[in-house]
């Protein structure tokens, strides 16, 4: 039986989507809206990967791959989505919820 995917896109112009499996899409989606405020300043985009794998089972982390590159992946996607937003003038990147 083939594995069920889910395509990912990004905001960049050009840029071709990509597709992961639907289990880590949940996973690090799950894990992402868990730390990721609605409010206030936001997260760091950069410390994102770190406070996802804080949030995932040995096991999730184990079969995951690159938690990194996922985060991004996921990440890109909700804010095509409309489910994050990163914050206006904020250097470093910043993020909310939506």
């Known amino acids: 039986m083939k594995e069920q995917r889910t395509v990912c896109h990004t905001p960049t112009p050009g840029k071709q989507p990509t597709s992961i499996p639907t289990w ?47 985060t991004t992946v996921v990440k890109l996607n909700m804010e095509v989505e409309g489910e994050l937003a990163r914050v206006t003038g904020a250097r470093p990147q910043r993020l909310v919820r939506c």
């Open 24 to 70: 880590k899409y949940k996973v690090v989606r799950d894990a992402i809206r868990s730390v990721v405020p609605h409010d206030g300043p936001g997260i760091v985009a950069k410390d994102l990967p770190t406070m996802v794998a804080g949030k995932l089972s040995s096991d999730a982390l184990a079969e995951l791959g690159s938690v990194a590159w996922h």
